[in-house]
């Protein structure tokens, strides 16, 4: 697989647009970026499955901050990290799925690996980063596609290799994000004479959960554990909540095949297949000369469902869909085994960068700058989390509280004090009226219409 080499006029001239220049900010820090593909909370720091085996994440989450509740701006790819890259949220674009290209409708956007390329950076990517179908050329300088893994001859549980699962008779060097990862470990060998912004985009555990036989034997059937769910979970469920969750589609195939613990033992195998390379990743920069001044950002583009809400995958505005695993390591600022139970965004990363980095300040910016936390996980925090999915549907999460209103004027609302796995919806009792009422004032106020789609396969 060769490097691609992308360079575009647009990207040269971008330095114009800002007033301070490079020399004038003396960037302090070097920057890796991290990106994992549909991991929810099923890993060591968030404790969402027992047993789950994830030293690497665990060691960058005792050295940095761990977020708690953290969200995404969108439960999908493409605009989650559209979104997250861009600093403008779903509602404002219009790029809601993942068939709407975002760079038709965000022709002016300075994306993040943009902004720090032009503020002196040496900027590279590899791997998942934006949506494969729409990557953005001209946010990188230098780019490594995601190549092909290794499938089995025949997809053995769904006939046809997508939402599927099995162990593959190949070596972790034969995988596409062991080479994605691989190229990172390369460039910490390397000598820099700028400051960097490097991201590593790994696959797994997108489906299809095909990853090395050693992993799944790290989990026997025997020892698998379903998610805590309730019967006729849908019932006090808006339709258009129902229609989102689709109970007739993956979950009837899941149930009805006896197949719900051999995915759950699929997406285990693969969350540590992930872990591993992150291994990699993490050793190669702490034996660097690069590890006292670069700054980690290792965060999921969205959660995803294995069975709650009779629901499977990611396309949702519930906690399992939008909760989002999310570490920050600063060197020098953030202390150890710091955990802030604060409600943040993934659209806060950007200006939290540009903060850290002695950027200059971006006013289209949607998100809010976490240093705070950083320095303090404990501060005062006003921000509720905002989690958009389609047109007019969207989630507002505070440190109590989910409260979910569609565009039908629909609503849920689930008191994660007492409710954490959101089983009792409490939006038609009037007695938390008031609370649905503060809580929808963290709505987005603009909701752009769709932006144009496109034929699009993949998840």
Partial sequence: MKIKYTITLGLALIPALFSKTFAQTKPKYNV??????????????FSGYKGIKTPNIDKLARKGVVFKKAYCAAPACNPSRASLLTGIRPSTSGVYH???PWRPVLQDAVTLPQYFTANGYEVKGA??????SFNDAASWPVYFDVPRSPEPPKAPVNGFAHFDWSPVDVKDEDMGDYKVVNQGIDYFGKKHDRPFFLAIGLTRPHLPWYVPQ???DQY???????????????????????????????????????QWEK??????????????????LLDALEKSEYAKNTIIVFFGDHG??????????????????????????????SKENSVSERTVNLLDIYPTLAELCNLPAKKELEGNSIVPLLKNPAA??????????????????????????????????????????????????????????????SLPQVNKKDAPTVKEGKE
């Fill in 32 to 45: 890796l970026f991290v990106a994992v593909d549909d991991m929810n909370d099923w890993i060591g720091p």
């Fill in 98 to 100: 993942n068939n709407q």
């Fill in 127 to 132: 791997g998942k980063i934006f949506h494969n």
């Fill in 214 to 216: 050693k992993y799944y």
């Fill in 220 to 258: 026997p059937l025997s020892s698998i554990q379903l998610p805590k769910v309730t019967a006729n979970d849908l019932a006090d469920v808006p339709p258009a909540g129902v229609k989102i969750a689709k109970p007739q589609g993956d979950h009837k195939f899941i149930t009805e095949h006896k």
């Fill in 263 to 280: 995915a759950v033992q699929g997406y285990l195998a693969s969350i540590t297949f992930a872990d591993t390379q992150i291994g990699g």
């Fill in 304 to 333: 995803w469902h294995l069975g709650e809400k009779e629901h499977w995958r990611k396309f949702a505005l519930w906690e399992e869909a939008s909760r989002v695993p999310f570490i920050v390591y600063v060197p020098g600022l």
């Fill in 380 to 441: 005062a925090w006003e921000f509720p989390s905002v989690t958009t999915h389609g047109f007019g549907n969207h989630a507002v999460r505070s440190e109590k509280w989910r409260y979910i209103r569609y565009n039908d004027g629909s609503e849920e609302l689930y008191d994660h004090d007492n409710d954490p796995q959101e089983f009792t919806n409490l939006a038609k009792d009037q007695k938390y009226a008031a609370e649905k009422r503060k809580l929808a004032k």
